[in-house]
């Protein structure tokens, strides 16, 4: 009987296996999906923090229950004003960048 031999590699590893190094256009593509991905988690659970419904944080910004369904669930890419206006109007928040090059 064979046995399989597993090798445990780290997450950039795995990454630059599955995706490719950085810089080409598949790892682009995943790093890309990667952060507007957290940014439907992020903005999920600061909801739930505030402990409002989609509805109701949509009612407050100007957008609909569908649209922030849609930014939580990772379907849908959101302008930088919508976001602006969500985490300000939606939250009381204010929204800070930072750009690593």
């Known amino acids: 009987m064979k046995t399989r031999e597993n090798k ?3 997450l950039e590893e795995f990454i630059d296996q599955k995706y490719g190094k950085c810089g080409t256009k598949g790892r682009d593509k995943f790093e890309e999906d990667y952060e507007t991905f957290k940014l439907g988690v992020m903005l999920q659970e600061m ?8 509805e109701q944080l949509a009612e407050k910004c ?5 649209y922030i369904s849609r930014i939580e ?6 302008r930088l004003s919508t976001l602006m206006r969500i985490v300000r109007e939606g939250f009381g928040g204010q929204l800070k960048l930072s750009v690593n090059l």
Do not use: E, H, P, Y
């Open 8 to 10: 445990l590699v780290d």
């Open 47 to 54: 909801r739930k923090q505030k402990n409002m419904t989609q």
């Open 62 to 66: 100007g957008t609909t229950k569908n």
């Open 73 to 78: 669930n990772d379907a849908s890419d959101i």
